[in-house]
């Protein structure tokens, strides 16, 4: 999906940058207006979050709007939902981060979920930076409980991991 959108926008960085937070934010683009959802979002607040005018803004959305694929794309964007990563150790949840030596590996996700799984503890939330997106992609996955510090050995074994950490 970013590669089609970066490709009609690359040689205009500034519609890049606004592209890019709408997509980072799961914010939708309907009636040539900026959705969270239902929330309407100003478009100097867009502005202001890619450093860029609120001009350059309304004629992002002109551009994506008038383009057929990026229509369909941005039409039906949303959010993925809230983190519990940042409440996680007021409720009780534990955290694991992978980092993996490239994310395309396949099957990082799924070993995870079952070396957390043997121990018996339900994971409530599974987040994986896309790679296109952040320089240092990561899995988290939040557990009902805390994730035993054994395991880390475990997961260093999947294939691709790089690193753990274990909070």
Not at 80 to 106: C, Q, W, Y
Request: net charge neutral; glycine share 4%; hydrophobic share 45%.
């Amino acid at each position: 999906m970013w590669k089609k959108v970066s490709d009609q926008l690359k040689d205009y960085p500034e519609r890049l940058a606004v592209a890019r937070v709408l997509v980072e934010n799961g914010l939708s683009i309907r009636g040539s207006k900026i959705w969270c959802n239902e929330i309407l979002i100003p478009p100097f607040r867009i502005a202001k979050a890619a450093k860029v005018d609120r001009r350059t803004v309304i004629y992002t959305i002109k551009i994506i709007e008038d383009d057929d694929e990026l229509r369909e794309i941005f039409k039906s964007i949303r959010p993925a939902g809230s983190s519990l990563e940042e409440i996680a150790r007021h409720l009780n949840f534990g955290v694991v981060e992978i980092m993996p030596t490239d994310p395309k590996i396949p099957g990082i996700l799924a070993s995870s979920a079952s070396l957390i799984a043997e121990r018996n503890i339900s994971i409530r939330q599974a987040i994986v930076d896309d790679p296109e997106f952040s320089p240092e992609p990561k899995l988290t996955l939040i557990a009902e409980s805390k994730i035993p510090g054994d395991l880390i050995p475990k997961f260093l074994e999947i294939k691709g991991v790089a690193k753990v950490s274990i909070y």
